[in-house]
């Protein structure tokens, strides 16, 4: 959770100054997030004769209540400094989180971060009420074109919690040491199954929208007390889509 140390001080001839110190505390109480969906690349439609945009996303199903305090996104390709973290807020089990990587220029003064427990409060573009929507300050594109491997980690341990490996048809290896070097930690974490080659990553064509195909089997899995945690998933349990047939915020199989 996020905090603020407030305090005064005062020397011997009577002046004092006020002071306040923000920190994030060891957060307890880390819900147990799916990732669902990522959309890599922004969707164009038009509509009433206006092009609509749809950015990059991704999106999150929370299977437990939670705080998502000290939680934080990660891509490969865009490095560390544009790591993503998340607000010290709480979830209940059953809802969305998604993150949105641009704000939409039609509509950016409603791109609202939904911090304040009201999850109607957004409605932006490729916003939901079903779902925590959440900005980044962005106008760049983000995440890998043909590879990349995105992942949600825990800062107070340094595991990683879930991630999504993909790479573009006839791709015969990772193009970085970095992704060689975080499959390896996906495989160590046991989030991800198969071994550290490219072959064990979702491989698609172009433009693709990657979705979850197994979440009802593992909302069943939770409610019946034979999850094993961490997840581990692979290369099947996803599907990518060519067209328009991204869901942020919301899925489908509901």
Known sequence: RDYVFRGEVENKWGSSL????RFTGFNNHIPKLILTEIMDETRRYTKSKIEHK????IEFYALTDGNLSGLKIYSCNDGESKVFDFP???VNAGDFITVHYRKNSLDGELCIDEITGDKALCQAEGASNQSWDFYLDNTEARFGASQDIVFLENSNNGKILQAILYSKTGKTDWTKDIFKETHKRCIQDGVWKGETTIEDAVS??????FQ???LPEIISAQNNDTLEWPLSSDKNQWDYFKTANYTPGYCDFF
Do not use: P
């Open 18 to 21: 006020t002071f306040s110190y």
């Open 54 to 57: 749809i950015y990059e996303f």
């Open 88 to 90: 010290g807020i709480d």
């Open 204 to 209: 698609y064509e172009n433009n693709a929208n």
């Open 212 to 214: 979850r195909n197994n």
